[in-house]
């Protein structure tokens, strides 16, 4: 069994609403004895006049997290804004010191979480890599055994020696996270600054999380981008308001938090009465649009065997010809499962217009949907709305039989097998092959 990297016990952090961040001045802590005297006399002689301090002056941006860690770990951390993530990497990082509880860390840290965190603005590039490594505690026979690595990986060579002030956030983004991932650190704290970076970069970035996970080095990785925790990570927790409120394997975390997420904005029906204010321009404007069961059932459920209606009415105000009506179906994970188009609609005449698909019963999979719709007129987009209507798709536990995971796929059509008998004989044994 690996030994534990990080162990957190009781971790809270408390913040006062309103409160300054700054450095304090000896002018402040004056200022602030002088109040607090005449606070106290006024308290004395008019108890009424000075109101008690209130408890919603404050928030809790984490309350009571244990977790345990282990070496060699990829664990990602997910949740909405404000959920505790950051404070969790600072409280770590010895940025931000806690209200309660302590964390245990075994071994070095390496952590990305701001652009510029750690970095000397004045100093350059190549200052500033010396200068990290120095944090770190390491020595400059270390910091240049892999100093050409950390240029190579930043693409930042031909300004390394320009002050980091004049960097833009890209090239920042890039140079500190060189450092991080290069210097010999045994754990690697990672915050959502990936997002910063292009599309070849940020993949470059993941594999060499991946490559650093591989090494046996830990890694904590606070991310936006679930399809990176799932394939990144081997272990994730969810934080809400402070609290873990799931922890478990990534894929079934974050499966979990797009499916709560989704159903707390499920929407099988919107409609737009006043044309005024409805989705679209002159031309084409959405009136309503829903999602429902081909059949009546209980509550207008859907199933994995039921055939989905979807149906679009719109107003249709110009004389012109080729409107399509085109959506994207995803899952819960974010994944496409396909994309329909409706044919040109070459009637001139305008008017309210109501356009409907089927989809097929035994092909989604259970889960939670979502489409996207457009509109176009003459193959020129006139608009598009995300996550339009919302629905979940319920599972049939006859059709699972001994199978009791979720399953697998984006889809899920029932495909008709065919068994049959080619021989009612049983067949000739094989002989054992003698080899001498």
Not at 225 to 236: E, F, K, T
Not at 378 to 396: P, R, T, Y
Request: hydrophobic fraction near 40%; charged fraction near 25%.
């Amino acid at each position: 069994m690996s030994s534990i990297a990080i162990e957190c016990e009781g971790i809270s952090k408390r913040y006062r609403l309103g409160e300054l961040q700054r450095y304090r001045a000896l002018r402040d802590t004056l200022a602030d004895l002088f109040r607090n005297s005449y606070r106290r006399l006024g308290s004395i002689f008019n108890p009424g006049a000075v109101p008690p301090p209130s408890e919603s002056n404050w928030v809790w941006a984490l309350k009571n997290i244990d977790l345990q860690v282990r070496e060699g770990e990829v664990l990602g951390i997910i949740g909405r804004n404000a959920a505790g993530k950051s404070t969790l990497l600072k409280i770590l990082s010895r940025i931000t010191k806690p209200t309660a509880g302590h964390a245990t860390i075994r071994g070095r840290i390496g952590s990305l979480l701001e652009i510029g965190t750690g970095f000397h603005p004045e100093l350059t590039g190549r200052e500033n890599i010396y200068l990290n490594g120095a944090i770190l505690g390491m020595s400059r026979r270390e910091i240049d055994r892999r100093f050409d690595e950390i240029v190579d990986f930043s693409e930042c060579e031909r300004f390394l020696d320009t002050q980091v002030k004049h960097y833009s956030s890209g090239m920042h983004m890039r140079l500190a996270f060189a450092v991080a991932a290069h210097l010999e650190t045994e754990i690697l704290l990672i915050d959502e600054v990936l997002a910063v970076g292009d599309a070849p970069f940020q993949e470059k970035c993941l594999g060499k999380m991946g490559a650093a996970a591989h090494q046996g080095r830990t890694v904590l990785f606070v991310s936006h981008n679930l399809l990176a925790v799932d394939s990144l990570c081997s272990r994730a927790i969810c934080l809400h308001e402070g609290k873990i409120v799931m922890e478990g394997s990534a894929r079934k975390v974050t499966s979990r938090y797009l499916r709560e997420w989704l159903l707390s904005a499920r929407s099988t029906e919107v409609v737009y009465d006043d044309p005024a204010k409805a989705p679209g321009d002159h031309r084409v404007r959405l009136h309503r649009a829903s999602v429902r069961p081909a059949s009546s059932t209980p509550a207008g459920q859907i199933t994995v065997r039921t055939p989905v209606v979807l149906e679009f009415e719109y107003w249709q105000e110009s004389e012109q010809s080729n409107i399509q009506l085109g959506l994207d179906l995803y899952n819960e994970q974010g994944i496409l499962i396909f994309s329909s188009w409706s044919p040109p609609n070459t009637g001139r005449r305008a008017g309210w217009k109501k356009s409907s698909v089927t989809i097929p019963g035994d092909l989604l999979n259970a889960g939670v949907h979502r489409i996207d719709l457009f509109i176009t007129m003459a193959a020129i987009e006139v608009f598009a709305l995300s996550h339009l209507l919302v629905f979940e798709v319920q599972d049939v536990a006859d059709l699972r039989q001994m199978y009791h995971d979720d399953w697998p796929g984006a889809v899920r059509p029932n495909l008709p097998w065919v068994t049959e008998d080619v021989s009612t004989s049983r067949p000739t044994p094989i002989s054992p092959i003698n080899t001498p």
